[in-house]
C-alpha cells in the first residue's frame, strides 16, 4: 500500500521535527493539501510551503487541489515542484477541458489526478479512464482533516477499480478523508492502491500510523 499522509494536519509549530519524522516513517508519499477559500470553505497553503517541504523531504508530492481554476492553480503547483498533481471533476465538469489539464501535467512530465466528492457518482469519472494516473474518491466532504469516514465510498473504490481493469487503465485509486487502522483496511480489501491520512498519522505516533497502513495490501 501507498501511504500520503496529509501535512493539513501537521502541527505546523513543530514542522521540522514533523517533516523529519514523516521522512523517517515509511511514507512513500506526501499529501499536501491546496485550498482556495472558494471551491471549499477553508485556505490552506501556497507554492513557497510546497517548495520549502521539498528541500527537507524527498518523498513523492501529491498535490490536492480544491480550487475553482485547477488550470491557473496546476500551473504555479507545476512549477513548485509537484510531482502529482489531482484537480477536481466538480471544479471544471467540461470533459474538453478536464482531459486539457490533464494534457497539460503530463507535457510537464508530471503525473495528473482527478478527483471526485462523496455527492459526485463514480460515473463521473467513466470518460477518464485512460488520460490520468490516478483517481482520488473523497471518502469525507473536501475542505478539512479530522472528519468521519464516509462508507459509500468503498463500492466507488470497488467499482472504479473493475472498470480501470476492464480498460487496461493501471491508473492508481487513492482514498482520502478519515482514513485509519480501521477503515484503510476497508478501503485496501476494496481494491485502494494509496490512502491519506492526516489527522490518523499526525495526531498520533506518526511511525506506527504510517506502518499500520503500509503493512495493508
Ligand atoms: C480534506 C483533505 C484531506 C484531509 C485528510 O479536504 O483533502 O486530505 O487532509 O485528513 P484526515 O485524514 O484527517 O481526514
Ligand atoms: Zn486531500
Redesign the pocket.
Known amino acids: 500500500m501507498i501511504v500520503s499522509p ?1 501535512v ?2 501537521l502541527d505546523y509549530s513543530d514542522t521540522r521535527a514533523q517533516i523529519e519524522a514523516l521522512n523517517h516513517s515509511g511514507a512513500q508519499w506526501m ?1 499536501f ?1 491546496v485550498m482556495d477559500g472558494h471551491f ?1 470553505p477553508n485556505l490552506t497553503f501556497g507554492p513557497d510551503i510546497l517548495k520549502a517541504f521539498s528541500k527537507i523531504s524527498p518523498l513523492y508530492k501529491d498535490v ?1 487541489i ?1 480550487v475553482s481554476d485547477p488550470d491557473f492553480i496546476s500551473d504555479i503547483f507545476l512549477k513548485a515542484g509537484a510531482d502529482l498533481i489531482t484537480f477536481h471533476e466538480e471544479a471544471v465538469k467540461d470533459e474538453t477541458k478536464i482531459k486539457a489539464i490533464a494534457k497539460k501535467i503530463h507535457a510537464a512530465g508530471r503525473k495528473a489526478g482527478l478527483s471526485i466528492k462523496p455527492g459526485t457518482p463514480v460515473e463521473t469519472l467513466r470518460p477518464y479512464l485512460n488520460d490520468f494516473d490516478l483517481f482520488l474518491i473523497m471518502s ?1 466532504e ?6 468521519k469516514f464516509m462508507p459509500s465510498s468503498l463500492e466507488k473504490i470497488s467499482t472504479l477499480k473493475k472498470w480501470l481493469k476492464e480498460a487496461g487503465s493501471n491508473a492508481l485509486v487513492e482514498v ?4 485509519n487502522g480501521e477503515t484503510g483496511k476497508l478501503c485496501a480489501e476494496a481494491g485502494a492502491d494509496v490512502l ?5 498519522v499526525f495526531k498520533h505516533d506518526i511511525k506506527e500510523a504510517v506502518q499500520s497502513l503500509c503493512q495493508l495490501q
Not at 176 to 179: K, L, P, R, Y
Not at 196 to 200: E, H, K, N, R, T
Open positions: 496529509s493539513l494536519s499529501h493539501d471549499v490536492h480544491m469525507v473536501p475542505g478539512f482533516g479530522g472528519q482520502d478523508g478519515g482514513v491519506v491520512a492526516g489527522s490518523y
